[in-house]
Nanobody, 123 residues
Framework: QGQLVESGGGSVQAGGSLKLSCAAA?????????MAWYRQAPGKERELVAS?????????TYADFAKGRFAISQGDSLNTVYLQMNNLIPEDTAVYYC??????????????WGQGTQVTVSA
């Protein structure tokens, strides 16, 4: 229950694009309130990249560095989310993690995490 499976990482040159995918493991019946992508570069803390609510309005939020270059979206399948990354720069090099939230009372808390997928951008 709640296992997240990520794919789509890899190595690209600066200016290139990658699309990350995240889906709940087959058989999962959890209804997530939100899903998000975080990243962690070597020697740095994990930071939010983008998030999307799993409600009808699909409200999105982006870190400043992601605005205009990255796009988060829901997939057609339940509990699936994508991160389209364009115009990548070397500073985007990091392990990218998918996260999913469930309600604790009225608070949506990210308590499900994927294993991470490496993104490497070369100059």
């Amino acid at each position: 229950q709640g296992q997240l499976v990520e794919s789509g990482g890899g190595s690209v040159q600066a200016g290139g694009s990658l699309k990350l995918s995240c889906a709940a493991a087959s058989g999962s019946t959890i209804s997530f309130c939100a899903m998000a992508w975080y990243r962690q570069a070597p020697g740095k803390e994990r930071e939010l990249v983008a998030s999307i609510s799993m409600t009808m309005d699909q409200t999105t939020t982006y870190a400043d560095f992601a605005k205009g270059r990255f796009a988060i979206s829901q997939g057609d399948s339940l509990n699936t989310v994508y991160l389209q990354m364009n115009n990548l720069i070397p500073e985007d090099t990091a392990v990218y993690y998918c996260a999913a939230g469930s309600y604790s009372g009225r608070v949506c808390t990210y308590n499900y995490w994927g294993q991470g997928t490496q993104v490497t951008v070369s100059a």
